[in-house]
């Protein structure tokens, strides 16, 4: 799972199965959005899902929330090898300007 | 094409030279934003701006400075870089206000000797 103190994971699969990243973050939220980054190019939103959500879906993503347990998941089905790249969840707060803190991210490899 | 686009793609330069970076978004975003990605792919954000405004200003070195001359564009200078400034500088935009999406540009990578 991501916290920006820990080092980025890492997850391999093969094409066609699914796969789910973690997420936990120690503050209190407004909302929590998940990016994807492919190799060269900037992060690109998935899902956003806000901190009265509990679950959210975009085709074959579903991100969950929980705040009780400060803790989010995306999973990914029918995995392509297209959906290789860095996942990122990025926790927005009440603090001035709007920022979002990024977690650490979680490396997936989908292989052939 | 609207977008988030950033010059340079790559630069290389040496231990005490000075840098600008160049963001342009064709978004009609009001709300833009520089931030680092090391090594390690970890993002965090250095500055924002609203309407040409410093709302953001985290703790980043003073030989950073961000340079907003309308709302469609935010470039970043850093005088005299340091080897610790070698990293991925990465713009984006938004809407402004909460829940809103972020559209990056593809990155600046700043390689120092």
């Known amino acids: 799972s991501q916290l920006a103190e820990e080092n980025l994971w890492a997850l391999s699969v093969h094409e066609g199965e699914s796969v789910t990243v973690n997420c936990s973050y120690k503050?209190?939220?407004?909302?929590l959005q998940w990016y994807r980054q492919k190799s060269g190019e900037g992060p690109a939103q998935l899902i956003l899902?806000?901190?009265?959500?509990r679950e959210k879906r975009n085709g074959r993503l579903r991100a969950t929330l929980d705040t009780s347990s400060q803790s989010s998941s995306l999973s990914i089905t029918a995995t392509r090898c297209e959906d290789t790249a860095v996942y990122f969840c990025?926790?927005?707060?009440?603090?001035?300007?709007?920022?979002?803190?990024f977690g650490i991210g979680t490396r997936v490899l989908v292989r052939p | 094409e609207t977008a988030v686009f950033q010059t340079p793609n790559y630069h290389v330069t040496q231990v005490g030279n000075e840098v600008s970076f160049n963001c342009k978004q064709t978004?009609?975003?009001?709300?833009m934003y520089w931030y680092k990605q090391d090594s390690k792919k970890l993002l965090k954000i250095m500055f924002s701006?609203?309407?040409?405004?410093?709302?953001v200003n985290e703790t980043v070195p003073r030989r950073f400075s961000p340079q907003s001359s309308d709302k469609a564009h935010l470039n970043l200078r850093i005088k005299s870089v340091e080897p610790e400034d070698s990293a991925v500088y990465l713009c984006?935009?938004?809407?402004?206000?909460?829940?809103?999406?972020?559209?990056f540009g593809a990155g600046t990578r700043l390689s120092v000797l």
């Open positions: 990025a926790t927005e707060t009440n603090s001035a300007g709007n920022k979002l803190t």
């Open positions: 984006a935009s938004s809407l402004g206000g909460k829940g809103n999406t972020l559209y």
């Open positions: 978004l009609g975003h009001d709300t």
């Open positions: 701006y609203n309407n040409k405004q410093l709302i």
């Open positions: 899902i806000r901190s009265n959500e």
């Open positions: 503050t209190s939220i407004t909302a």
